[in-house]
């Protein structure tokens, strides 16, 4: 067979334009809290960048992580489980949600095997208005049998028809693989967002932040962690250590001393546990300081909270 030399040019610039094509966009993880929103962003990510507890409202931010490879861009944003707010902090952490869903070329919206389908239906309602791919991630299918899995997908198909369901196990990184290769399928072509070795929106100062309270999040029970603010105050860098100062603020006296303990040993824990964790994130010797301080009402306090980088 002869080719004409114009197709010959033709063919090799449709194929190069294919291949150089680029794609980029904004994956939004919603959904509401403890369903392994924060698991699946790690997971995707490739690295630890939002803090997993098995308390509710762990997440308060949204966070972003960014992958970038040689053909795609990746902004994945972890963000607060959705709630119904009774203050302005939650007010804030709701906003976060929300706005996830206005700035996304694609949804992921994450539940599990054992959270009520029609939780926060409101929410529901608003994905249902939108016009981006919509992938619904059944996570924890590792607790229920494969006929409970199917019937709960099926019903989520019906609650959100637009969407496409998946069963995964963000746990035990269970069919995460397969999502991500979706994900990369359904990303529209855009030139990159971010700089190649950009990962995250975030600043360092908000990942100690987020270390500290992490740890009072696993040492403490009841009222201590939701009440609990942490503020990084002092970040100085040097050739083999960081010095870090911080702050734990909480809403009551009685609260300060459980958190410090007898003899400050409580407090000593969590600081033992937060540096070494941050000696691993930051690769150096950690210094670390911690007071308690208590600032009534810090959670319905619009410039506290603004203080603490929270958008109302």
């Not at 966070?63 to 902004?75: C, E, R, S």
């Not at 070329?105 to 239906?121: G, R």
């Not at 300060?256 to 964790?277: F, H, Q, Y």
């Amino acid at each position: 067979m002869v080719w004409n030399y114009d197709v010959k040019i033709i063919i090799i610039f449709v194929a190069n334009f294919i291949k150089m094509a680029f794609k980029s966009g904004f994956v939004n993880i919603v959904g509401n809290p403890n369903v392994g929103k924060s698991t699946l962003m790690n997971i995707l990510v490739g690295e630890r960048l939002s803090i997993i507890t098995s308390k509710s409202q762990t997440t308060r931010h949204r966070i972003m992580g960014v992958v970038t490879t040689d053909d795609y861009q990746i902004v994945y944003s972890d963000t607060p489980g959705v709630l119904k707010p009774v203050y302005k902090l939650q007010e804030s952490m709701l906003k976060y949600s929300e706005s996830a869903l206005e700035d996304a070329d694609i949804i992921l919206y994450i539940t599990d095997v054992l959270e009520t389908k029609t939780k926060n239906k409101f929410f529901i309602d608003m994905v249902n208005k939108l016009a981006v791919p919509i992938i619904i991630l059944l996570n924890k299918i590792d607790l229920a049998d494969q006929t409970t899995v199917e019937t709960i997908m099926s019903e989520w198909k019906s609650l959100i028809p637009t969407a496409e369901v998946h069963a995964v196990s963000a746990l035990h990184k269970f069919n995460t693989e397969n999502i991500l290769n979706r994900i990369v399928e359904l990303l529209p072509e855009n030139p990159p967002y971010f700089e190649k070795d950009r990962l995250t929106d975030k600043s360092e100062r908000f990942f100690v932040s987020e270390i500290v309270r992490e740890k009072i999040l696993t040492n403490y029970s009841k009222e201590i962690p939701y009440s609990v603010q942490v503020e990084v105050e002092s970040f100085k860098e040097e050739d083999d250590i960081i010095r870090i100062g911080t702050v734990i603020y909480v809403i009551r006296e009685s609260q300060k001393g459980i958190l410090i303990g007898k003899g400050g040993t409580a407090l000593k824990r969590v600081g033992s546990e937060a540096r070494k964790e941050l000696e691993a994130f930051f690769g150096k010797k950690i210094y670390l300081e911690m007071f308690v301080k208590v600032s009534k009402d810090w959670r319905n306090n619009e410039n506290r909270l603004k203080n603490f980088g929270y958008d109302l």
